[in-house]
């Protein structure tokens, strides 16, 4: 059973088109995040949702609009894609906003921009 | 195959030994830490914490040690097996879990 899935894994387009990234999570928990890993394999996070809210939004370009329908579900979308955009975007979930929850990361999504 | 990360600090220990892994953390304020581990084109994946009220914590076959007097955190991996092999990074929580991530550090086990 996959604790934390997102889709797809590998993602190839090119520069000025929209995509997204779905992510799940089935560990009944309340709070999702995204985190960008770039080429130096430096994880950085991009935003947290807990409960649905947004509670983190770590300056991230308004080209990225995270969505969370629901708690099991935060979703990526990106529009007018750039090349710097190139790197995996990671979906992660924790038990809650309580700093002493570790966090479950799906595996990735490779985002190459061309 | 892969070419990120070859630029990554690497530890190299032959198979059986004893690894150690360094890290430095950037905030005093910090009073929750993790270590992950990250094997290729997965995600990371959980390996121990510990909280700023203490100095120590074992697991299974890993021991992470904490000095807050120099902001560095440590990650000891007994018999350290081929399986060990991944990056390994270090992390800090600044509140809301707001996780911060230090650099990464490559675990090389040969047999």
């Known amino acids: 059973d996959t604790a934390v899935s997102q889709t797809p894994k590998y993602l190839v387009t090119q520069m000025g088109n929209d995509k997204s990234i779905k992510c799940e999570q089935n560990?009944?928990?309340?709070?999702m995040y995204w985190y960008k890993q770039d080429s130096k394999k430096f994880l950085k996070i991009m935003f947290s949702?807990?409960?649905?809210?947004?509670?983190i939004n770590e300056t991230v370009p308004n080209r990225f609009s995270p969505k969370s329908p629901d708690k099991a579900h935060l979703n990526l979308h990106i529009n007018s894609l750039e090349l710097g955009d190139s790197a995996v975007y990671f979906c992660?979930?924790?038990?809650?906003?309580?700093?002493?929850?570790?966090?479950?990361f799906g595996n990735g999504t490779r985002l190459t921009v061309t | 195959g892969e070419s990120v990360g070859l630029h990554l600090p690497t530890l190299s220990v032959q198979e059986g030994d004893n690894s150690i892994i360094n890290c430095a953390y950037s905030n005093s304020a910090s009073d929750y830490f993790i270590w992950y581990k990250q094997e290729s084109g997965k995600g990371p994946q959980f390996i121990i914490d510990?909280?700023?009220?203490?100095d120590k914590r074992q697991g299974q076959r890993v021991t992470v040690l904490l000095n807050k007097t120099v902001k560095h955190l440590s990650l000891q991996i007994a018999a350290t097996q081929p399986g060990d092999s991944a990056v390994y990074f270090c992390?800090?929580?600044?509140?809301?879990?707001?996780?911060?991530f230090g650099a990464g550090t490559r675990l090389a086990v040969h047999p």
């Open positions: 949702y807990n409960n649905k809210e947004l509670i």
């Open positions: 510990i909280r700023s009220n203490m």
């Open positions: 992390a800090e929580s600044k509140g809301y879990n707001k996780l911060i």
């Open positions: 992660a979930s924790s038990q809650d906003l309580n700093r002493n929850s570790p966090l479950h």
């Open positions: 560990l009944g928990h309340d709070t």
